[in-house]
């Protein structure tokens, strides 16, 4: 018996396997998103002492370290003295070796 081209053995499907550029695009991009972590709430106790640490290195000018949330990988941490609150924007100026970086509250896990 003679095999059409549709049968198992064809290889006139074996291009279907190659993947359009979108395709791989959205595959990477979901693969990525199952390594994505959630934030953890903080309690408000414990975003009181955050503040106050904040507070603290800009009146002291003391140097701290702040964790940062990071969704992927491994969380950042920063070091630097804090120079300005910005209430409006919800965000800290931290500044380390004459550079400086804004900070958003939202990001800030701990600080030590």
Do not use: C
Request: net charge negative; glycine share 2%.
């Amino acid at each position: 018996m003679k095999e059409n081209k549709l049968t198992e053995g064809s290889k006139m499907w074996e291009a279907s396997r190659m993947m359009l550029p979108e395709h791989k695009e959205l595959m990477n991009h979901f693969q990525k998103e199952r390594h994505r972590k959630t934030k953890p709430e903080l309690a408000e106790e414990e975003i009181n002492i955050i503040s106050e640490q904040l507070s603290q290195s800009m009146m002291e000018q003391t140097e701290i370290t702040i964790e940062l949330f990071t969704a992927f990988g491994q969380n950042e941490l920063k070091t630097g003295i804090v120079t300005k609150f910005d209430t409006h924007l919800r965000q800290i100026k931290l500044e380390s070796k004459e550079e400086y970086e804004w900070i958003k509250f939202s990001e800030i896990l701990s600080v030590r």
